[in-house]
Nanobody, 124 residues
């Protein structure tokens, strides 16, 4: 069964760190784009970071320099290291995957596979 499953969310104080991971079925490991999105209460889902199979990364301006996306080849192929966390980072974080012809992992691509999400709560 094709699936993505996030882990690592929780509660953290502002300025702290957290690492999110995403486990994937074998089929999705082959996707050439994987990404993290997030959705805060009352807001639309937004792209946070994406990574192509060849390593090119993209970040939302609000997280540049603080969050780092990485990709492995094992069964937990996607990670998001969150440093210098801010209260505005509070959201449900989702990992996603898609195969795109261009190999360019824009947040506007129609991501095919989604996890159930993991909650990150940041206190001031």
């Amino acid at each position: 069964q094709e699936r993505l499953e996030e882990s690592g969310g929780g509660s953290v104080q502002a300025g702290g760190s957290l690492k999110l991971s995403c486990a994937a079925s074998t089929l999705m490991i082959g996707s050439n784009c994987m990404a993290w999105f997030r959705q805060a209460p009352g807001k639309e889902r937004e792209g946070v970071a994406s990574i192509a199979s060849y390593g090119l990364t993209r970040y939302a301006d609000s997280v540049k320099g603080r969050l780092r996306i990485s990709r492995d080849d094992d069964t937990t192929p996607l990670n998001l290291q969150m440093n210098s966390i801010r209260p505005e980072d509070t959201a449900v974080y989702y990992c996603s995957a898609v195969t795109v012809d261009s190999g360019i992992c824009r947040f506007t691509a129609t991501y095919t596979f989604w996890g159930q999400g993991t909650q990150v709560t940041v206190s001031a």
